[in-house]
């Protein structure tokens, strides 16, 4: 996976509403800063970056590797070589060059949560569930948007049947996911990463995120998009289906059967919350 373009749980009218509440503020503290965000053009870097990702695509594999080192050799602390070599050493079975490069990555990087992310990733393809678990935890501890994260994490709990800390880690996803000044949050943190290369707007979203956001500044913009889009989110409807089946498998059923009516109320085609209900109800009467 590289740079974790997993389906990130979110969607794209509730991404333009906080990038509109980000520039807005941003607007407002300093109206001059918006001119200076340099256009994104292809640097040095960027264009090795993108020869690597060719000779992938061409199978040459050792002649990306060495384009990922070289940016290394200069940059040791460019994430996207970081998280592009440790992929490209565990797609051709060096898993422990992967990890390697991931450890030594920690080693100096403001942005953490993505080689957490990463390791988590490695172990639970290699089948190293409770290192996977271990990483997942700590990725979530400063990631923007832990949503795909607690999902991935569910997953684990589920795998080894830890039917409490599966809930734990679902409903934790879902009080994130209906809180649009954490959304506003992410998507700051998020622009950290982006702008990581720019002092003045770092500057500004430090100070930001320091000061925080109060519920007039987010009522200022139409909020009710986000809460029209929460009605029907079938993403949501998943999570609730999953902690319905936590609590069914720790024979907690009416808290299962209440989440699986939530799952419905949120998408009422849901066939497989349709299924899990009346199969548990049904269960409940005998």
Not at 83 to 105: D, M
Not at 208 to 219: A, C, D, T, Y
Not at 230 to 239: F, P
Request: aromatic content about 12%; hydrophobic content about 40%; proline content about 2%.
């Amino acid at each position: 996976m590289q740079l974790k373009q997993r389906n990130i749980i979110t969607y794209s009218i509730i991404g333009f509403l906080v990038l509109l509440i980000f520039f807005g503020i941003i607007s407002k503290i300093n109206p001059e800063l918006i001119s200076k965000i340099p256009l994104q053009k292809k640097n040095e870097i960027n264009e090795t970056l993108s020869k690597a990702d060719i000779d992938i695509l061409n199978k040459k594999y050792n002649e990306a590797t060495q384009k990922y080192i070289t940016i290394l050799k200069t940059n040791p602390n460019n994430i996207e070589s970081i998280i592009k070599l440790s992929t490209l050493y565990q797609n051709i079975g060096f898993t422990n060059k992967a990890i390697t490069i991931l450890n030594n990555g920690l080693k100096n990087t403001k942005f953490s949560y993505l080689i957490y992310e990463e390791l988590a990733h490695v172990y639970t393809v290699n089948e190293n569930p409770n290192k996977a678990i271990n990483y997942y935890n700590k990725s979530l501890e400063t990631e923007p948007y832990v949503i795909n994260t607690c999902l991935d994490l569910s997953q684990l709990y589920k795998n080894t049947q830890k039917w409490d800390s599966l809930i734990y880690v679902l409903q934790k996803a879902v009080r994130k996911r209906t809180d649009i000044k954490y959304f506003y949050l992410g998507a700051l943190k998020q622009n950290l990463f982006l702008y990581r290369n720019n002092p003045d707007l770092q500057h500004v979203i430090q100070n930001k995120l320091q000061n925080g956001i109060s519920k007039k500044e987010i009522n200022k913009f139409d909020v009710n998009i986000f809460y029209d889009c929460l009605k029907n989110d079938k993403d949501l409807a998943i999570i609730f289906n999953k902690i319905a089946f936590g609590y069914a498998s720790l024979g907690n059923y009416n808290k299962s059967i209440f989440y699986f009516k939530k799952a419905l109320q949120v998408w009422p085609e849901y066939m497989e919350a349709r299924y899990n209900l009346g199969y548990l109800q049904a269960r409940v009467v005998k």
